[in-house]
């Protein structure tokens, strides 16, 4: 039974005035770095926020994965955690958490790798 320690970099609606820390579950903190980027047009800000969990509370794994099934129960109960932690402080606070940032006004073109381009997708035939 081993203990698994985290580190994870997230982003909040609103600047935090300082740390927080229930027991030794878990702590978040602003994530203040001398190299980070500052802006007075920011609208998420960077926090920190550290964890453990326990191996005693691994999820299983297919059997297509044994191979890396240590590593992907882990990940999975490290981001299950991770959720759980960021919803229930999103709930009980006036501060909005994320795992990774949403940019405004982008537009994003996928091209897929198995695309077929003599099948149309969207013809405009149809009246409405």
Same mark, same amino acid.
């Given at each position: 039974?081993? $203990?698994?320690?985290?580190?994870?970099?997230?982003? &909040? @609606?609103?600047?935090?005035?300082? &740390?927080? /820390? *229930?027991?030794?579950?878990?702590?978040? *903190?602003?994530?203040?770095? !001398?190299?980070?980027?500052?802006?007075?047009?920011?609208?998420?800000? !960077?926090?920190?926020? %550290? *964890?453990?969990?326990?191996?005693?509370?691994?999820?299983?794994? !297919?059997?297509?994965? %044994? %191979?890396?099934?240590?590593?992907? =129960? /882990? %990940?999975?109960? =490290?981001?299950?955690?991770?959720?759980?932690?960021?919803?229930?402080? =999103?709930?009980? @606070?006036?501060?909005?958490?994320?795992?990774?940032?949403?940019?405004?006004?982008?537009?994003? $073109?996928?091209?897929?790798?198995?695309?077929? !381009? @003599?099948? @149309?997708?969207?013809?405009?035939?149809?009246?409405?």
């Amino acid at each position: 039974m081993a $203990i698994h320690f985290r580190k994870a970099l997230l982003f &909040c @609606t609103n600047p935090l005035p300082g &740390c927080f /820390r *229930y027991a030794d579950y878990f702590q978040i *903190y602003p994530w203040d770095s !001398p190299a980070a980027p500052k802006s007075d047009k920011e609208k998420l800000f !960077p926090v920190a926020l %550290e *964890y453990f969990f326990v191996d005693s509370a691994m999820l299983p794994v !297919p059997k297509d994965f %044994e %191979e890396i099934k240590s590593y992907l =129960s /882990r %990940e999975a109960h =490290s981001n299950n955690k991770q959720k759980q932690i960021l919803h229930l402080i =999103s709930s009980i @606070t006036n501060y909005r958490f994320c795992t990774h940032a949403v940019w405004d006004n982008i537009l994003v $073109i996928l091209q897929y790798p198995f695309h077929n !381009p @003599t099948k @149309t997708y969207n013809n405009n035939t149809n009246p409405r």
